[in-house]
């Protein structure tokens, strides 16, 4: 069982935007900024694609944007693209037994 | 550029044993804490082990804590996995990545993955 807690799907048409919710607690979303996002296309490592809540790598276009509210993170992309059909993931340091958690990871479907 | 190439994976006998490695190039591989993640088929993402820049400090998941042994040798800039008394639910690809320098937590890199199948 993942301890992020993400929705399996969410689809969107070209140039709409979508939000990906990912839900914690405070031993980690909620009680650090520690919270990155992954995007991972079929059969292709996972790419950071959100570090710290909000910040992105330089490569990283800014249709992306990260938030967070509480022990909720959202990941969000703005004009939808073809390319961005992929799986999602956030992922939070945790002061638990592990290190790293991540979520149960989100589909992206362009329709 | 940043490169990790895993290597290592394969086909074991439930309770055997295996050895991933993770060779690092493009960075300076002493200043970097390391991670393994790895992904059963068809499922999510599950952190495994990571270790500081030093070696220091080494940290493991329960499902693999007691099992699992991760080590490095900052002179040839190559991360290890050594993994006992596999189990079926280990079958997976195994990712190293490179986790982020300073006091920050993140896995900026990752390699293209190992896959490991635990069956008899």
């Known amino acids: 069982q993942s301890a992020l807690t993400q929705p399996a799907s969410v689809s969107g048409s070209p140039g709409q935007s979508i939000t990906i919710s990912c839900t914690g607690t405070s031993s980690d979303v909620g009680g650090y900024n520690f919270v990155s996002w992954y995007q991972q296309h079929p059969g292709k490592a996972p790419k950071l694609i959100i570090y710290e809540v909000t910040n992105r790598p330089s490569e990283i276009s800014n249709r992306f944007s990260g938030s967070k509210s509480g022990n909720t993170a959202s990941l969000t992309i703005s004009g939808l693209q073809a390319e961005d059909e992929a799986d999602y993931y956030c992922?939070?340091?945790?002061?638990?037994?592990?290190?790293?958690?991540f979520g149960s990871g989100t589909k992206v479907t362009v329709v | 550029e940043v490169q990790l190439l895993e290597s290592g994976g394969g086909l074991v006998q439930p309770g055997g044993s295996l050895r991933l490695s993770c060779v690092a190039s493009?960075?300076?591989?002493?200043?970097?804490?390391m991670s393994w993640v790895r992904q059963a088929p068809g499922k999510g993402l599950e952190w495994v082990s990571g270790i500081t820049d030093s070696a220091d400090n080494r940290y493991y998941a329960d499902s693999v804590k007691g099992r699992f042994t991760i080590s490095r040798d900052n002179s040839k800039n190559t991360l290890y996995l050594q993994m006992n008394g596999l189990r079926a639910d280990d079958t997976a690809v195994y990712y190293c990545a490179r986790d982020g320098d300073g006091d920050t937590y993140m896995l900026d890199s990752w390699g293209q993955g190992t896959l490991v199948t635990v069956s008899s």
């Open positions: 992922s939070s340091y945790t002061t638990r037994s592990t290190f790293y958690v």
């Open positions: 493009g960075f300076t591989f002493n200043n970097y804490a």
